[in-house]
């Protein structure tokens, strides 16, 4: 070991050091910076946020946005609880609303804003997601989706199909489409969270035979096992799988494997929520116009409509220094300008939830097929998760069993319950 | 025939290890070549084109230049870290095996419990906030240098018993301080340790992921395996710039260890022999 050696090794330490130390963060030059921590979970939600912070900076030269961003899924909710038990949330952050916003206990860590007047702008079914304890405490962001099928109209006009209106036009066009020697019924089990619209999209028909499920559920009294209309859901999924409409590697196959598949023509129909358009739009721009979208079919053609899914939603944290530069973030986003800056951005996604707010006269065709729903009185319901602050968490497991006929729709159901008062006695709900 | 049969086992692993080892570095390679729709098949095939530089140009773009900020700050936090980590470790290695006292029961057993009790997350956040040091890059410099110095201090503590304590004494009556022994006589003997404890830590700092997310939020902060989840979502997962990001921050690694392998094998070996 010479002295020459050893000297460099000091020198190294040293500089490490140094760098170590003098990393420490530099202070901004504008008046006020506002953090904005929003998640990954499709690649919309980055753009979106992006072009309303620019433009928000655009008219107000004082406040700068600083965009931060966080995975979705599990992980993405134990950043966000970890953030709010620490006190350190960003300024203003984007989370689910309805059930999910239950469990971070809104009362106690975000800043209500009942009083606010861009509130007046957001419309009534939604507040009714992020309220809780009487008080509002979020304006939507990006637009509503539906939970339904999407379907491929050119298969459709090749066999001369309509779309269906009940569940047994709807097994009539799968038995036609499966002579034809096409996949009927898509499924991608590989992404177990693709295996739940039976379930959830079927929520609209049970809403509409029973309007009191969703208080019921919530208060103990109503079971997906014993309730007539209920179990439906889990039936349908069996019945798809027993009819042998499934694409063959239903297992294996993931989420971009069945998009491929709806676009090019491979198979007919993959239940799903239509923000998949963008995937379509995003991977097969050439096919787009191929892809169409029905909601999810009940017994009564009458009563056909659409369980909606409402989108995320902006919060402010009570720990917030920059309480009211956050809330005029808010409220340009509650604005029609907000609308107009998200529409230019990513297009047309679906309807917005700010009253006022108009859509373009070319959209994609999903959204087109998506819109007369919302337009129509009564022709959509919030799925169940926004209505109740119960979902049991291992439903995508056990629709993945009953769609792949390990576990009959019966033993579905009831083990689904068994899951949902799980997760209502550790939300400590009353009556459980 | 005869080499074959003597030598089966070996050559069997070395297919295996290549087996093992290439095949998913080869797969990387395949679909950061790809462009967006064929990479989302997840096939081993070959691509329809190359598309490396424009993947390569879009990652490197993303979120305004985010991977270069990310290559800092990983590369200080890995090189700070580990620094101290080796200084640290085996600083109380040394001591803890040359000098029994009454300390040495609780440090031991200080030791220990930092290997078997597991971290919690927002207890660590809570004193990083007293302190001053939550969100910067040196409080979780700290951090990786807390949770590996218990398996550091083993690791040196073992191996120092393994130095002649006779070393030790001539250096003494010679004159010199113990800082002088430490960095001058047992330090430089500790080589094939060190390297080890390098290697292993660098390897972990770099590719950790869990701790830069929960201890350092913010975007100027981000480390290289944060980066991952620019591509990666729930929803939507551009495959063929994920992979190209895979490959940007495998590289670095791959050749500070080309570089140093020689060095790394030589410090082993005159370990070895001089025990």
């Known amino acids: 070991m010479t002295s020459k050696f050893k000297g460099s090794r000091l020198a190294g330490l040293a500089a490490g050091l140094l760098l170590s130390a003098s990393f420490v963060g530099t202070a901004m030059a504008q008046d006020v910076t506002l953090s904005f921590l929003v998640d990954n979970t499709d690649a919309s939600t980055v753009t979106v946020a992006q072009a309303l912070a620019d433009a928000f900076m655009a008219k107000n030269a004082d406040i700068a946005i600083e965009l931060e961003t966080r995975p979705g899924g599990g992980e993405g909710d134990n950043i966000v609880k970890t953030r709010l038990a620490t006190g350190e949330m960003a300024d203003v952050f984007l989370y689910n609303a309805g059930s999910l916003f239950q469990a971070i206990n809104p009362q106690q860590n975000l800043m209500p804003l009942t009083a606010e007047p861009f509130e007046a702008n957001v419309i009534d079914t939604f507040q009714k997601t992020v309220t809780a304890g009487g008080d509002v405490f979020g304006v939507p962001f990006a637009t509503a989706m539906g939970g339904g099928v999407m379907y491929n109209k050119k298969i459709y006009a090749d066999l001369g199909l309509s779309v269906p209106k009940t569940w047994d036009e709807f097994m009539a066009n799968n038995e036609k489409i499966k002579a034809a020697g096409k996949v009927a019924v898509i499924q991608s089990f590989a992404d177990t969270w693709t295996s739940q619209l039976f379930v959830l999209g079927d929520f609209y028909n049970v809403i509409t035979a029973e309007p009191d499920f969703a208080d019921k559920y919530t208060n103990n009294q109503a079971k997906y096992a014993t309730d007539a209309a209920a179990i439906k859901g889990f039936e349908r999924q069996e019945a798809v799988f027993k009819g042998g409409y499934l694409n063959e590697d239903f297992a294996a196959a993931k989420f971009d494997d069945a998009i491929r598949m709806l676009a090019t023509g491979e198979g007919a129909h993959y239940p799903m929520l239509s923000f998949a358009a963008g995937s379509v739009v995003s991977n097969y721009p050439e096919n787009q116009a191929d892809v169409g979208f029905f909601a999810l079919p009940g017994d009564d053609a009458a009563k056909n409509g659409l369980t909606a899914w409402m989108p995320s939603s902006l919060y402010i944290p009570k720990t917030t220094e920059h309480a009211d530069q956050a809330k005029a973030f808010l409220a340009f986003v509650a604005s029609t300008e907000g609308c107009d800056v998200q529409t230019k951005a990513v297009g047309v996604t679906g309807p917005y939830l700010i009253k006022d707010c108009t859509l373009p006269a070319d959209v994609p065709a999903v959204v087109a097929d998506l819109l007369p729903y919302f337009q129509r009185d009564g022709g959509t319901a919030p799925a169940l998760e926004f209505l109740s602050p119960i979902k049991g968490p291992a439903l995508e497991q056990i629709t993945v069993e009953v769609g792949s006929g390990i576990r009959s729709a019966a033993d579905g159901a009831a083990l689904y319950d068994e899951d949902v008062k799980k997760q209502a006695q550790q939300l400590g709900i009353a009556g459980w | 025939m005869n080499y074959l049969r003597r030598n089966w086992i070996g050559i069997l692993a070395i297919l295996v290890s290549t087996i093992v080892f290439l095949v998913p570095f080869a797969f990387i390679v395949l679909t950061a070549l790809k462009d967006k729709r064929q990479s989302s098949l997840r096939e081993f095939s070959l691509p329809n084109g190359f598309h490396l530089w424009d993947n390569l140009v879009e990652v490197i773009q993303t979120r305004n230049y985010m991977v270069l900020t990310a290559f800092v700050n990983s590369a200080i936090l890995t090189v700070a870290s580990v620094t101290l980590l080796v200084i640290f470790a085996a600083m109380v290695g040394f001591v803890l095996q040359r000098k029994p006292s ?174």
């Not at chain 2, 949770?147 to 040196?156: A, D, M, P």
């Not at chain 2, 006779?166 to 500790?190: C, H, K, Q, W």
């Open chain 2, 102 to 275: 009454a300390w040495t029961g609780l440090v031991n057993f200080l030791v220990l419990a930092g290997l078997i009790i597991p971290p919690a997350v927002v207890p660590t956040i809570w004193v990083l906030q007293g302190l001053g040091l939550f969100k910067t890059l040196h409080g979780l410099i700290f951090i990786e240098v807390a949770y590996g110095l218990s398996f550091c201090v083993l690791l040196f503590k073992a191996f120092v018993a393994t130095i002649p304590r006779e070393l030790d004494e001539a250096t003494i009556i010679d004159g010199a301080s113990p800082l002088r022994l430490f960095f001058e006589i047992v330090l430089p003997l500790l080589r094939p340790v060190v390297i080890t404890v390098i290697l292993v830590q660098s390897v972990a700092i770099f590719n950790d992921f869990t701790n830069p997310l929960y201890y350092l939020p913010g975007t100027k902060n981000v480390t290289v395996q944060l980066t991952l989840y620019n591509f990666q979502s729930q929803y939507n997962t551009s495959y063929n710039l994920l992979f190209t990001n895979i490959l940007l921050i495998t590289i670095p690694p791959l050749i500070v260890f080309l570089f140093f392998n020689r060095q790394i094998v030589a410090g082993m070996t005159a370990g070895a022999v001089k025990g």
